[in-house]
């Protein structure tokens, strides 16, 4: 009956040991997947806050694009508006220009009836 017993006993003891190894095994998977998940988990944040620091700096381009863009605008305004008053400056003289010959004209010819 010892024998049995001692069987028995050494039976329990190896069914124990492979259930606590399957418990280990269990817990060591485990153990890798949520560090897999940890590291799946960091990396799309790391992504997501690279992609909220690309779209920042896209805006702040765009920003800087649309000042250079304002600034072109109204230089070429300020350069239209040289012209105008350049191409008016230039027909207003023209007009005194005509005026002073037409004067000189006139006081000639006075001279002229004069004599």
């Given at each position: 009956?010892t024998?049995g017993t ?5 039976q ?8 606590a ?7 060591l ?13 960091l990396a799309?944040?790391?992504a997501?806050a690279a992609?909220a ?5 896209l ?6 694009a649309?000042?250079?863009?304002e ?5 070429a305004a300020?350069?239209r ?5 350049a191409q008016?400056?230039?027909v207003v003289?023209r007009?005194l220009?005509?005026?002073?010959l037409?004067?000189?004209?006139k006081?000639?010819?006075a001279?002229?009836a004069a004599i």
């Amino acid at each position: 009956k010892t024998e049995g017993t001692d069987a028995s006993v050494d039976q329990n003891a190896k069914l124990s040991a492979q259930k606590a190894e399957a418990t280990a095994r269990a817990l060591l998977s485990a153990r890798v997947e949520m560090e897999a998940k940890a590291r799946v988990a960091l990396a799309e944040a790391a992504a997501q806050a690279a992609a909220a620091e690309a779209e920042a700096l896209l805006a702040e381009q765009e920003a800087e694009a649309a000042k250079e863009a304002e600034a072109l605008a109204v230089a070429a305004a300020a350069e239209r508006d040289a012209k105008i008053s350049a191409q008016k400056s230039e027909v207003v003289s023209r007009a005194l220009l005509k005026t002073r010959l037409d004067m000189e004209t006139k006081a000639k010819m006075a001279a002229a009836a004069a004599i």
